[in-house]
């Protein structure tokens, strides 16, 4: 069932998010590789899973939003791309298990604990052994920078937070720091980030 409060969030002509790839994904655009299997997670209006795409990953977008998906199909036929695109709400999701060589979670932070946990159980069951996860999210400091993501200090990640979580997994980057992005107009402004990227033991 599609959310009314996504569908009206997404009921714009502009793509609020922008239409270009998420720069910390983008920057690790070295670790992806053509024909891998890829799940870009409440992947929106589709910038990440069509930038992935066009660069022959595989990709299965998810979104909780018809609305959202809407505009990433039109997305990706501008760009002459195809993607898997599929409407689902991940909190109710039966995750596969090892189906995934590359997961991809940029601002996923909607869900606050203790339903965050399942999200993230989910990846781990869902990504295959040696696989990757590249995500993005905000720190508690977003709060007080008001320029994106949600309001609520419970939904932020810390690097403690992400390690409890993957901590058993080959850590090859974490990192918080404090930027300017911006991506559309929900995610303008200095903003108060951490960065993942994370490998599944074999």
């Known amino acids: 069932m599609s959310s009314p409060f996504w569908d009206e969030r997404y009921a714009t002509d502009d793509y609020i998010f922008g239409t270009a790839p998420n720069v910390f994904l983008a920057s690790q655009a070295g670790l992806i590789r053509p024909g891998m299997q890829a799940l870009a997670i409440a992947d929106g209006e589709g910038r990440n899973g069509v930038w992935l795409a066009e660069r022959g990953v ?3 977008a998810v ?10 199909h039109k997305l990706a036929a501008g760009r002459s791309v195809s993607l898997n695109f599929e409407q689902l709400d991940v909190l109710e999701w039966d995750w596969p298990e090892n189906a995934y060589d590359l997961i991809v979670a940029i601002f996923i932070q909607f869900a606050p604990p203790p339903e965050r946990e399942r ?7 869902a990504l295959k052994p040696g ?15 008001a320029t994106g993501g949600p309001g609520n200090v419970a939904n932020m990640y810390t690097a403690d937070l ?22 559309g107009s929900h995610h303008h402004g200095m903003s108060a980030l951490i960065d993942l990227v994370a490998q599944k033991p074999h």
């Open 58 to 60: 595989q990709v299965h």
């Open 63 to 72: 979104d909780v939003s018809r609305v959202a998906l809407a505009k990433a």
């Open 119 to 125: 999200i993230m159980a989910g990846i781990r069951r």
């Open 131 to 145: 696989g990757l996860l590249i995500l993005q999210g905000y720190t508690p400091k977003q709060v007080g920078f």
């Open 162 to 183: 992400l390690r409890e979580w993957f901590g058993d997994w080959k850590i090859g980057h974490l990192h918080e720091h404090e930027s300017f992005i911006s991506e």
